[in-house]
């Protein structure tokens, strides 16, 4: 059975700072996704993770994926608070294209 | 115009009701989903369609229906609405053509709380 575990599951954090989330999954997958969520808003893609080694910048978000250690990072570089947001990483379960999604890292970014 | 619309975007109901919820798309997509959230939680897959004539089961059917009435619409009924279907439902949509990715859009969500 696929699980997709994230941590941290909160992370406050000042402006300026570095930080990085987790993603870590139990079997193998061929895709892997990240998405924000802001508070009471639908969820945005970001990125999308299709090959070991798959690194993708936008902005002060970069994603990075290691397949044979069955996980993706999302690196936050110089954090602003227009960052403040709930990110969920979300992985393919099978041929079917299904996903099962982490519990989410809710972040905040304090001025 | 937003690409992805769901309707209601709140409901409160009373159990035993029976609801239902439901899906546009504009973006072409062949492929739909229902997906439920919790607060605190990530999504849970409820049903998936991957054209008009293929409805699959997702982690937690059980107490759900859907129907695709056509590639751009496709509905969620709860039956007999009971106190812990209280959640955010999403609908989403992804297009099977784009060799892999398969990126999902977010509808805004519905609102529904069971009393």
């Known amino acids: 059975e696929l699980k997709v575990e994230q941590n941290p599951l909160f992370l406050s954090m000042q402006e300026g700072k570095n930080y990085t989330i987790y993603c870590n999954y139990s079997?193998?997958?061929?895709?892997l996704y990240w998405y924000r969520q802001d508070p009471g808003k639908s969820l945005e893609s970001l990125f999308v993770?299709?090959?070991n080694g798959a690194v993708k910048q936008e902005g002060r978000l970069m994603a990075s994926l290691d397949t044979k250690a069955r996980l993706s990072t999302l690196h936050i570089t110089a954090a602003v608070h227009d960052l403040s947001a709930t990110y969920f990483c979300?992985?393919?379960?099978?041929?079917?294209?299904?996903?099962?999604w982490g519990a989410g890292t809710k972040l905040i970014i304090k001025p | 115009d937003a690409d992805v619309t769901q309707t209601p975007r709140n409901r409160i109901t009373k159990t035993g009701k029976r609801i239902m919820l439901e899906c546009s798309q504009t973006k072409g997509h062949d492929r739909m989903y229902w997906y439920r959230q919790d607060p605190g939680l990530g999504l849970q897959l409820i049903y998936y369609?991957?054209?008009?004539?293929?409805?699959n089961k997702g982690e937690i059917s059980d107490g759900y229906s859907v129907s695709r009435q056509a590639q751009a619409k496709f509905s969620l009924s709860l039956e007999s609405a009971i106190p812990n279907q209280t959640a955010l439902y999403f609908c989403?949509?992804?297009?099977?053509?784009?060799?892999?990715?398969?990126?999902?859009?977010f509808g805004p969500g519905t609102r529904l709380t069971v009393l």
């Open positions: 979300a992985v393919g379960k099978d041929s079917n294209y299904q996903l099962i």
């Open positions: 369609s991957f054209d008009v004539k293929d409805i």
């Open positions: 989403a949509t992804s297009d099977s053509g784009l060799a892999g990715a398969d990126t999902q859009y």
């Open positions: 993770l299709l090959s």
């Open positions: 079997t193998t997958s061929d895709r």
